[in-house]
């Protein structure tokens, strides 16, 4: 069986026909509505997706949903079919959390792991099962996670402003917590480099209540010192004031941290990955955090020529992430092996929109995956590398796709 891209646009446009007669004929009865559509569709009425009415199913008891291909992975580009696999449906593995971010894949022990920032835990899915399980708690308000090379797993804590790696024997290492002695904001995301370096982004997200502790009275996210930062915090905690920029670093394997993104270069960095090569860095710019003084970062995505010391040249805007005229403000971000983009969607309001866009590694737009919910953040996994997870708001959702992710984790 094949599908042409022109037969996919035209299921698209079936399902909004069907969505705008749906609203037209409310004001009839459910049974006269339901008779009139059947009457009047143009043509077979297709799998519903998440623009329709009623919404889609995500569950596991759910309508089926995938006809050839899952209605919500969308090509925009006919390149897009060949890294879309067929008959494979988006799935929600698992909801219950309050905002999901940094989903990272345990190769060694098949397990994905994530973080419930506000709930202050990590979760891990184990793929045997499907079984969900409290991995970590408290977890430090802990956001981005992945894996290095050694199979160790790093992690970005915004309550205690650090990035921390878990060592195989269970002892736990502080990677980083400071800059020229003054603390860090709250990291957020980390990935690791094949020379031994990590490399993590610090934005000010972690100074609020919802997500960590906001700052001390008289710090920029608590100027008026209204609130009271050590109010359910261990001691100790909520005492810190922001005192640095919104800059992207680099750690040494011998430990030594360096300032790799500066704040005028990329305001705001948020989730940020490597080219296959690592010849080139990719860094997200988010929108204003607490306590910022400017205007912060317009929710875009630039990209860097990475040199052989490690510097970071030739500037470049990857994409603005406006599609349709719809803002898609980008988060989370990961590379398959063919150096394509794969970013995680933040549209808000803009139903049809949340979820992850996929981009050519020149900035070209290729594909949408839609979702029901906000995508935070989004990883490769599974054995084979193939299965693309998605941590979403208070869900955790995958589908399998027809490449493999570039990096560990």
């Known amino acids: 069986m094949i599908e042409t891209t022109n037969s996919r646009a035209m299921s698209s446009t079936l399902s909004r026909r069907g969505f705008m007669h749906a609203l037209g004929i409310c004001a009839g009865t459910a049974a006269m509505g339901a008779a009139a559509a059947r009457a009047q569709a143009p043509g077979p009425v297709g799998p519903p997706s998440t623009v329709t009415m009623p919404p889609r199913d995500f569950g596991p008891n759910g309508a089926p949903t995938t006809y050839f291909w899952d209605p919500d992975v969308i090509a925009v580009d006919p390149s897009f079919n060949s890294l879309a696999q067929p008959n494979a449906p988006i799935q929600r593995l698992w909801t219950g959390a309050l905002w999901s971010e940094g989903p990272a894949w345990n190769a060694e022990g098949r397990y ?11 979760l891990r899915w184990l793929e045997d099962d499907g079984r969900v399980s409290v991995f970590r708690l408290p977890s430090n308000n802990s956001n981005g996670n992945t894996f290095d090379f050694q199979g160790r797993q790093l992690s970005c804590e915004h309550l205690t402003r650090r990035v921390v790696r878990y060592e195989l024997d269970g002892s736990v290492t502080v990677i980083a917590d400071s800059y020229n002695g003054k603390r860090l904001n709250s990291p957020n995301d980390v990935v690791p480099h094949p020379d031994g370096s990590y490399w993590f982004t610090d934005p000010p997200y972690g100074g609020q209540l919802y997500e960590g502790a906001p700052d001390d009275a008289g710090g920029p996210s608590n100027p008026a010192g209204r609130l009271k930062s050590r109010l359910g915090q261990a001691a100790g905690i909520g005492v810190a004031k922001r005192e640095l920029p919104t800059n992207c ?12 993104v500066t704040e005028e270069q990329v305001p705001d960095p948020n989730g940020l990955c490597f080219s296959p090569d690592y ?11 607490p306590g910022d003084a400017g205007p912060g970062g317009k929710g875009e995505v630039y990209v860097f020529d990475v040199g052989g010391d490690n510097a970071l040249s030739n500037r470049k805007l990857f994409s603005d992430f406006m599609i349709d005229g719809v803002k898609c403000g980008p988060d989370g971000i990961r590379t398959d092996v063919e150096g394509n983009v794969w970013c995680s969607s933040n549209a808000g309001r803009a139903v049809g929109y949340s ?9 070209k737009l290729l594909g949408r995956i839609r979702l029901p919910e906000v995508c935070g953040n ?10 693309l997870f998605m941590a979403a708001s208070q869900s955790l959702y995958a589908v399998y796709v027809a490449t493999q992710g570039a990096a560990p984790g």
Do not use: A, E, H
Request: with cysteine; charged share 25%.
């Open 112 to 122: 994905l792991v994530w973080s419930d920032i506000p709930n202050n835990r990590q």
């Open 249 to 260: 670093y680099r750690v040494d394997p011998s430990g030594r941290m360096d300032l790799v």
């Open 279 to 289: 010849k080139k860095l990719y860094v997200v710019s988010t929108g204003k955090g």
């Open 355 to 363: 979820g992850v866009t996929v981009w050519s590694p020149g900035g």
């Open 378 to 387: 989004l990883c490769f996994g599974g054995p084979k590398r193939n299965r």
